[in-house]
C-alpha cells in the first residue's frame, strides 16, 4: 500500500516568510509525528498527535511552529517568519495500534532558509 | 531526560568485514531501543527492535541485544556488503510515551562498505 507522502520534497524561502510543510500518513494510522533532521542538532522530534487527543507539542522550538491534523489524517507543520537556523529536513511519521513499537517514515521535506 | 549515544563516524569497512556500531542509552525505567537505517536519498527505515531487557533484535544479518546491565544496544554484522552503505541510528522510546511515544534518536553513524 502506499507509504507516508510528504510535500513539497524541497522548499526554499526567504527569511521572514511563512511555511507549510504536508503530510499524508498510512491510511488507517491513529498516531502521526513530525521530527527536524539537521546537521548540527540530528533528529529532532518536534511534535506528536494521537487519535482525537490533545497533541504532545513538547519539541517544538518555538512558538514560530505549530501544526494541525485535519480529520485525524493529513498534518501541516507551519513555521512562521522562517530563520536561516529553520533549514533542515522534516520528516513525517506515522504508526498504527497494530503495529505498536514502528513508526513509517515519509521521505521529508528539505527546507532552505536564505 | 532521556538520551541516545551512539559511536560517531563516518565508518569505513571493506566488504564481508565485521561491523559494530556501539550505542548506549539513558533513560527511566526501561525504554524500548530500536535501530532505524537511512540509504542515500531514502527514508528512514525500522531495521531491528527490542522492547525489554535481554530481547535480542535481527534483521537482515544484523542483530542487536538490549542489555540492561550496561545501558546498551550495540549494532553488529558479521559480514558487511557494499549495499548495507547506509547511516544507521539508534532509537529510544521511554515508557511513559507508551507503545505509540515519540522516538529520541542518536547522532547517527555513517557507514561505508568498500568492494
Known amino acids: 500500500g502506499a507509504g507516508v507522502s510528504q510535500s513539497p520534497s524541497n522548499k526554499v524561502t526567504e527569511k521572514g516568510k511563512d511555511v507549510e510543510l504536508r503530510c499524508d500518513p498510512i491510511?488507517?494510522?491513529?498516531?502521526l509525528y513530525w521530527y527536524r533532521q539537521s546537521l548540527g542538532q540530528g533528529l529532532e522530534f518536534l511534535i506528536y498527535?494521537?487519535?482525537?487527543?490533545?497533541?504532545?507539542k513538547s519539541g517544538l522550538p518555538s512558538d514560530r511552529f505549530s501544526a494541525e491534523r485535519t480529520g485525524g489524517s493529513v498534518s501541516t507543520l507551519t513555521i512562521q517568519r522562517t530563520q536561516q537556523e529553520d533549514s533542515a529536513v522534516y520528516l513525517c511519521?506515522?504508526?498504527?495500534?497494530?503495529?505498536?513499537?514502528?513508526?513509517?517514515f515519509g521521505p521529508g521535506t528539505r527546507l532552505t532558509v536564505t | 531526560g532521556d538520551s541516545v549515544t551512539q559511536m560517531e563516524g563516518p565508518v569505513t569497512l571493506s566488504e564481508e568485514a565485521f561491523l559494530t556500531i556501539n550505542c548506549t542509552y539513558t533513560?527511566?525505567?526501561?525504554?524500548?531501543l530500536f535501530w532505524y537505517v537511512q540509504y542515500p536519498g531514502e527514508g528512514l527505515q525500522l531495521l531491528l527492535k527490542?522492547?525489554?531487557?535481554?530481547d535480542k533484535g535481527s534483521n537482515k544479518g544484523f542483530e542487536a541485544t538490549y542489555r540492561k546491565e550496561t545501558t546498551s544496544f550495540h549494532l553488529e554484522k558479521g559480514s558487511v556488503q557494499v549495499s548495507d552503505s547506509a547511516v544507521y541510528f539508534c532509537?529510544?522510546?521511554?515508557?511513559?510515551?507508551?507503545?505509540?511515544?515519540?522516538?529520541?534518536f542518536g547522532k547517527g553513524t555513517k557507514l561505508s562498505v568498500k568492494p
Open positions: 511519521a506515522s504508526s498504527s495500534t497494530r503495529t505498536t513499537y514502528e513508526q513509517y
Open positions: 533513560a527511566t525505567g526501561y525504554p524500548s
Open positions: 532509537a529510544l522510546r521511554g515508557k511513559d510515551g507508551g507503545s505509540q511515544g515519540n522516538l529520541i
Open positions: 498527535f494521537q487519535g482525537n487527543s490533545a497533541p504532545d
Open positions: 491510511s488507517g494510522h491513529t498516531a
Open positions: 527490542a522492547t525489554k531487557a535481554d
